[in-house]
């Protein structure tokens, strides 16, 4: 059924590159523009697991909002000793300048991209929530554009969800939250790696792709200038700066992509940001370990999806488990992201495993261990055999009025057969994700 | 009318220049070429000298080459096609994907000319690009106001270049029409005296060239910065 697809691999690929379906990567502080490269077999998810994955998600993104929202108010989840305050406090995340901001309908995570792998076993497992600005939704949206294209049979013959509704879903997300005026999407500007996502999806959303230096706030509001000299008034800004450079007033002086004065706004309830500055708080790979604990502490539920086991070394148990299990664990630095600061112990020497049970010893707060998990292999085409390659799964949830799963995701798989790495910055590739309608 | 900040104005404005220095210049690029087979294998020093870029090439071959393809050539047809692209990307949201596709095409077809046996044949394609871009700017840049803009920068690159190169009165004042014209329709801040020096200049006929000079300046200082 397939096979269409399969025979026209290249001619996606030649599309792909006429749409400038690209990712930035900095090496030896030079910006290169790559190709991401598409293979067309498909992730397939039938309907009852996506209905599953569904239920999951929505139920753990209700929970993290509940948390941030939480933590930046009242802190019940600390108080009640859920969570030991050392675990938000000591996060790079975590925010005290965002203690007290009541967000535009008390939503902070808008666009939440949450990393999952699909066991041997047959059972997903989380692995990462991503809260500030998980990038990915652009590249199945558009492979989804020209597969259709290149091969309608293979639509025609299968029952598949259309995933290009996923525009229209960020427009209403922005709508819901915006406090009136114009919808913006905040790019750093051209020399980010995820440039093309920020303009394809400005373009798809009917929203105005803008720099920093286009806005500017004003009175308590922020405006958009006009060459002309008048001024629009912002109601939402989907944003892809981080936090720290997203305001100079309030966060890094030093930041020249910053809009100055914009959080001023955001906490007088005068813009929605979307997502909410602080969020890096939940997603930190140490407070991970506690999120089922957090759905059971807001939501009064078991969790329907389940975490890698995990352990922290911040727990003397935990350390001495960790220690002792070194070399068939992965290690993950809870302040790095994009698949760097991951190690597992099976690949190093005994010198360098000695190494990192010392950088354990010194900074627990710093390390997470997971068992690996044995991941299934999804088949891509390499020249002309099909060779199966780990894959992971990004599902994007959104919450606006209600919390919605994306019918899709982005699907990112190694091209090397022994790594479990899947980012593209480290030279992965993506499939579709095709969420069966029946 | 759009929404249309300062720096969007800039890029739709740029847009319009880069990818008509491109064009034009390939054009006449073209009929150069023709004279350095077996007329003037020099030509390329006049035509550096009238479009105003330094003559920086060892000879006809080096030209050829250098002129066409140098990516570190801050003159070179690829380094004016990458700018128009780089302004295109950043508007992609105003432009469509589809119109900023023409211009990846035309570097993509560019730089596979580049290791081509027969180079020019395969440029043809590049204007060609050129030619749909602005077709599917023309269908698929909704507000009216940024495709004015990015006209007006066409234009005045287009009239820039026609007066550089010397080109027939009749084609001068057909463009300076289409850039007043369009001119009319944007909010682009312009200099009204640089406008009626034009206007007088090229009231003159094909007597203008007595102040091309002045005609040059004029638009240089156009629009108010």
């Known amino acids: 059924m397939l096979l269409d697809l399969v025979d026209h691999k290249e001619s996606i690929n030649r599309l792909l590159a006429r749409y400038g379906v690209k990712f930035g990567i900095y090496k030896n502080h030079e910006f290169h523009e790559q190709l991401f490269p598409f293979d067309p077999i498909p992730r397939v998810i039938p309907r009852r697991e996506f209905d599953y994955l569904d239920r999951g998600l929505s139920q753990r993104v209700t929970a993290l909002n509940c948390f941030l929202e939480d933590i930046y108010s009242d802190k019940k989840i600390v108080k009640d000793g859920v969570i030991p305050a050392d675990f938000i406090y000591s996060s790079k995340g975590y925010l005290p300048q965002c203690e007290g901001i009541r967000p535009p309908k008390h939503i902070c995570s808008h666009i939440s991209g949450i990393d999952l ?45 259309d995933n290009r509704g996923y525009a229209a879903m960020l427009r209403e997300t922005m709508e819901y939250v915006s406090t009136g005026g114009i919808h913006v999407v905040l790019t750093p500007g051209r020399y980010n790696a995820a440039f093309f996502e920020h303009s394809y999806l400005a373009e798809r ?66 813009v929605a940001i979307l997502n909410a500055p602080g969020n890096g708080v939940a997603d930190d790979k140490g407070i991970y ?7 059971k502490y807001y939501l009064g539920e078991e969790p329907i999806l389940r975490n890698a086991p995990t352990y922290l070394a911040f727990y003397e148990k935990d350390r001495t488990f960790i220690l002792e299990h070194l070399s068939r664990l992965v290690v993950k630095d809870v302040s790095e992201a994009g698949g760097y600061g991951v190690v597992f112990g099976s690949n190093l020497s005994r010198e360098e495993l000695g190494a990192l049970a010392e950088a354990v010893r010194r900074e627990p707060r710093r390390f997470i261990a997971q068992e690996v998990v ?65 | ?97 589809y119109t900023l596709a023409y211009l990846q095409l035309a570097l993509d077809h560019l730089e596979a000319a580049a290791g081509s046996a027969a180079p020019h044949y395969d440029l043809q394609q590049v204007i060609d690009y050129i030619h749909a871009f602005w ?66 200049i090229f009231a003159m006929g094909p007597w203008w060239t007595e102040r091309r000079g002045e005609a040059l300046s004029a638009l240089w200082n156009f629009f108010l910065r």
């Open chain 1, 117 to 161: 792998v699909q066991g041997k076993d047959g059972n997903w497992y989380v692995l990462e929530d991503n809260l500030r600005i998980p990038s990915g939704a652009s590249y199945p949206m558009i492979a989804r554009d020209l597969t259709r294209q290149a091969a309608p049979e293979a639509f025609a013959r299968n029952h598949v969800e």
């Open chain 2, 135 to 200: 077709g599917c700017a023309d269908d698929r840049v909704d507000d009216e106001e940024a495709r004015n803009i990015m006209k007006c920068g066409k234009y005045l690159e287009r009239l820039d270049l026609y007066l550089r190169l010397g080109y027939p009165f009749r084609l001068i004042e057909k463009e300076y029409s289409k850039f007043v014209n369009r001119l009319g329709r944007v909010r682009l801040p312009y200099d009204p005296v640089c406008k009626a020096k034009l206007d007088e």
């Open chain 1, 205 to 270: 959303s009917g929203s105005v792709l803008c720099m920093p230096q286009d806005l500017v706030a004003e009175g308590g509001k922020l405006y958009y200038r006009q060459y002309e000299g008048r001024k629009l008034q912002v109601g939402a800004v989907y944003r892809r700066i981080s936090d720290e450079y997203l305001d100079p007033l309030t966060f890094l002086p030093e930041s020249l992509i910053g809009v100055p004065g914009i959080m001023e706004v955001y906490a007088a309830g005068n």
């Open chain 2, 1 to 97: 009318m759009g929404i249309i900040s300062v720096e969007r104005a800039d890029h739709l404005f740029w847009i319009g220049r880069y990818t008509e220095r491109v064009f034009t210049t390939l054009v006449t690029f073209f009929d150069f070429y023709d004279q350095m087979i077996d007329v003037d294998l020099e030509a390329y020093k006049d035509f550096c000298e009238k479009v105003a870029i330094p003559d920086i090439y060892r000879d006809r071959e080096d030209f050829n080459r250098r002129y066409l393809f140098d990516r570190t050539d801050p003159n070179s047809v690829c380094s004016n096609l990458e700018r128009a692209y780089d302004n295109g990307i950043v508007i992609r949201d105003e432009i469509s994907s």
């Open chain 1, 289 to 295: 370990y506690f999120v089922p604990h957090m759905i």
């Open chain 1, 374 to 438: 044995d991941f299934v292999d999804l088949d891509i085409v390499e020249g002309e055999a099909r060779v199966p390659r780990k894959a992971d799964l990004r599902a994007f949830v959104l919450a606006g009025e209600t919390t919605r799963v994306w019918p899709s995701g982005l699907t990112r798989f190694s091209r090397n057969p022994d790594s479990f790495v899947v980012n593209s910055s480290q030279g992965g590739g993506f499939k579709d994700t095709w969420v069966l309608s029946r």
